[in-house]
């Protein structure tokens, strides 16, 4: 039954998440060119994650069944490697290996560098409040 209840919060997560990179593939215009669509719900996806289990979570006591619909359901859904390698193998057959060398490099390093600010605004968020806290008391 626990499977279940967690199976149904991942597909309703999955449910907002993807319209959520729908609605933002249609924003961006989709298309042949650069993919800004992609790079933006990645980006913002590495940004997110670490911020919603390392901070949200533990700040606003969240249940574990809603932490994992929207970090595999909402996120999962919303954030995108199959498109992504969809774009790199488009642009390489295109021949545009400028683009192609840019996609790589804002995505990989781009991702990896706002996931360490989405946790690093986790600590500090949580630092902040405790300090303040004890401030309090």
């Known amino acids: 039954m626990k499977h279940l209840i967690s199976f149904l919060a991942v597909f309703v997560g999955a449910l ?9 593939g249609l924003a961006f215009g989709g298309g042949s060119g650069f993919p800004f669509g ?11 994650l670490p911020l919603l289990i390392h901070y949200l979570h533990d700040r606003f006591e969240l249940s574990d069944g809603l932490v ?14 199959s498109t992504f390698t969809a774009d790199v193998f488009r642009l390489f057959s295109g021949g545009e290996f400028v683009l192609l060398g840019l996609y790589l490099i804002l995505s990989m390093v781009g991702g990896f560098l706002l996931a360490l600010l989405g946790n690093y605004l986790a600590a500090f968020l949580a630092h902040r409040e405790f ?7």
Do not use: M
Request: aromatic letters at 20%; charged letters at 10%.
């Open 16 to 24: 907002f998440g993807g319209g959520f990179r729908y609605l933002i």
């Open 68 to 81: 994992l619909s929207l970090s595999s359901g909402v996120l999962g859904a919303y954030t995108t490697f």
């Open 131 to 137: 300090w303040g806290n004890k401030k309090a008391d």
């Open 38 to 48: 992609t790079l933006f719900v990645n980006l913002t996806g590495a940004f997110c």
